[in-house]
RNA sequence: GCCCCGUUAGUCUAGCGGUCAGGACACGGCCCUCUCAAGGCUGGGACAGGAGUUCAAUUCUCCUACGGGGCACCA
């Protein structure tokens, strides 16, 4: 039972031949909708080719289960003739992202096994949040990690421009293509005509879309009225009965009721695409045979098709991938887990094994004995990936397992090696020069430089008995001091972590502003208020300067810390764990002391825990 | 609320009608050992529930429950 992926002429099942009555995947009841009139039947081979396709197919299988059609099992992935083509396409908004990777990974995986190209195309059509900085670095931790792809803003290609924003004009030529087809129509409605029109719709417990009071509109009225300034979008003309059935390679046939689908808008007022013109324009443009992307996009991919369908252009095979998860199972997120690819960078993670670890999530790899193969490299895995084999309940991303792959690597090896890396990996960190200078006043001897730059080269910070400095005030020694409640002091490290998010420049005199501006809400003493940042930044009461060190370790790392700080807030027991933990402590030192001096144990009193 | 996807131990997974339900992380015990790791051995721990199909269901179908995602002039 072979779980290769073969090329069209093989020998499984055709749908035809299968199932006996065969409609396109998509649209199965046509719509008598005259308007869209777009092409269709030059499909029907790609089609047929795509479906032509199941996991280790078998024809005992099918006696056995006689199980129609559009309920089939997962099909092995289909891949065409043609040269595969596959992309990620990152939106620049904000830090480099582990799905980013995550996705990407598998991309390029695929393109190595089937001696394919992977592309990078930049989604910038956000304007209020794209940034050029970010970008970069997404450019930088996609290397970082091993990543390389054969075309991309920054190495070019056949194919570019590979940014969004630097393609408006093809988006618009489009759009105006399904204008006059009449598969798409312009809209003027307010935001705040939509917004009654959801809030209707919501209560009255029905999806919310589209009323469709611009579909009638006459289009040469509606041009006209464009040309004259008024603001209006390109929305999709999506038609309003039938099934559309996504072919998703991993799920069988995922049938929507169009009903369910909204007009979505294809141009926004600013004149820019949506994320799903811009795509579905691009990847064909682009040659993109297969879209590997995370499972979020499902839910939309019947707009895809509908595109595909009013351009009428073939559409490529569709492999969602399962969502990364947090703990709790949510979609991963950076509240509730390190997210940024350079949080990982920074904190000493290697990056093969952090490839290695994305490789593990929904996939695994036996060898002939059929125990797993926890290790491996890009080149092993591309050998062989068969996405079909991807699991997909949503993994959650467990940092426990990632560290201790990074050890599997780091034991793998030469001591050499290790100083070598580990040297280079102190030494090319574009912060040395930083943290040496802010550590500098404090090292008499440089064996000393360690435990002063340590906080600067770690990920997340273990408190231990530093852990009730976290409590704003509490170990002040000012004499009226201010003493904040667990509850109060969250909702400041909460009001500080707003605040640093919304920095637009990283650097001490922003973190300045933002820190004293947040001090200036609650009533505990600038200094004090300052001191529980140090602790929940730096991890210990003494540390350099406060604005740089935070700005030298690093917005990715500290925002992670100071979350944990917020989560470890939220834990009462865990605090209460703290404390009874430092009263231990200072009672067992208190014995021994007496002990060595050969005198009675003292009792000691709790307030000497430090918590009042 | 509506739609879609998913569900094997705390976690990552194997399994594609008949298995003592396999491996890994984590956890416990033992060994090694000056400590801590690492390593070796070992232990506990899972098919969400209910119907149905079948000689036989973790595996196929349906229902329920639970989890997740989507429902934007964000991607």
């Not at 887990?337 to 920074?346: C, E, G, K, V």
Request: proline residues 6%.
């Amino acid at each position: 039972m072979s779980r290769t992926c073969r090329p069209t002429g093989s020998t499984t099942l055709t749908a035809a031949a299968r199932g006996g009555t065969f409609s396109p995947p998509y649209c199965r009841t046509r719509g008598q909708d005259g308007a869209g009139g777009a092409v269709s039947t030059a499909r029907l081979p790609r089609i047929l080719m795509l479906l032509s396709f199941r996991r280790g197919a078998a024809v005992s299988d099918r006696r056995t289960h006689p199980n129609p059609w559009p309920h089939e099992a997962a099909m092995a992935i289909p891949v065409p003739a043609t040269p595969v083509r596959v992309r990620i396409a990152p939106s620049p908004t904000g830090d480099p992202h582990v799905g980013t990777a995550y996705i990407g990974l598998f991309n390029a995986a695929f393109a190595l096994r089937h001696g394919g190209q992977f592309i990078l195309r930049i989604e910038d059509t956000d304007q209020k949040r794209s940034t050029r900085q970010s970008e970069t670095a997404i450019f930088d931790s996609l290397h970082w990690v091993g990543l390389r792809w054969d075309e991309g803003p920054d190495v070019g290609g056949p194919c570019g421009p590979y940014r969004q924003s630097e393609r408006s004009s093809i988006y618009l030529a489009h759009s105006q293509l399904l204008l006059d087809n009449g598969t798409a129509y312009r809209c003027f409605c307010t935001a705040e005509r939509l917004e009654a029109v959801r809030a209707d719709q919501r209560s009255r417990k029905e999806t919310a879309r589209y009323d469709g009071f611009c579909r009638g509109l006459d289009p040469t009225h509606a041009d006209r009225r464009a040309q004259q300034g008024e603001a209006c979008v390109v929305r999709l003309r999506m038609r309003q009965e039938g099934e559309t059935a996504v072919p998703d390679a991993l799920r069988g046939q995922v049938v929507y009721d169009n009903r369910q689908i909204d007009d979505q808008v294809l141009i926004k007022s600013d004149g820019l695409p949506t994320y799903h013109l811009a795509n579905v324009v691009d990847d064909h443009l682009m040659g993109i045979t297969h879209v590997i992307r995370a499972e979020e996009w499902l839910n939309s991919t019947p707009k895809h098709l509908a595109l595909y369908e009013a351009f009428g252009w073939t559409p490529p095979v569709f492999v969602h991938m399962p969502l990364l998860r947090n703990a709790d199972k949510s979609k991963i997120s950076k509240r509730k887990n390190p997210t940024s690819l350079q949080y990982y960078q920074r904190a000493g993670i290697l990056p093969e094994a952090m490839l290695n670890f994305l490789a593990l999530m929904g996939y695994s790899r036996k060898d002939e004995a059929g125990a797993d193969i926890e290790k491996f490299g890009f080149a092993e895995f591309a050998a062989d990936l068969e996405l079909s084999r991807i699991s997909l309940g949503g993994p959650v991303f467990d940092l426990e397992k990632l560290r201790w792959i990074n050890g599997l690597y780091i034991r793998a090896m030469t001591p050499a090696e290790l100083a070598d890396r580990a040297v280079r990996w102190f030494g090319q960190d574009d912060r040395a020069a930083e943290i040496a200078a802010l550590v500098q006043e404090r090292v008499p001897e440089l064996g000393d430089y360690m435990h002063h730059a340590g906080p600067f080269y770690r990920g997340s910070l273990d408190y231990g008995a530093n852990a009730r400095y976290l409590l704003v005030g509490c170990a002040s020694r000012k004499k009226y001091a201010v003493r904040m409640p667990i509850a109060a002091s969250r909702a400041f490290f909460e009001d500080v972590i707003a605040g640093l998010e919304s920095l637009t420049e990283w650097s001490a005199p922003a973190i300045e502003a933002v820190l004293r501006a947040t001090l200036a809400t609650i009533p505990a003493a600038i200094g004090d208020g300052m001191m529980a940042v140090r602790v929940a930044v730096c991890g210990r009461p003494a540390s350099p300067p406060l604005f740089e060190s935070i700005a030298a370790i690093g917005r990715a790392t500290v925002l992670v810390r100071l979350r944990e700080v917020c989560n470890l807030l939220a834990e009462p027991r865990a605090l209460a764990d703290i404390a009874a933990g430092l009263r231990q402590e200072l009672q067992a030192t208190e014995s021994a002391l007496a002990a060595a001096l050969g005198a009675p144990a003292v009792a000691s009193s709790p307030s000497a825990a430090g918590s009042t």
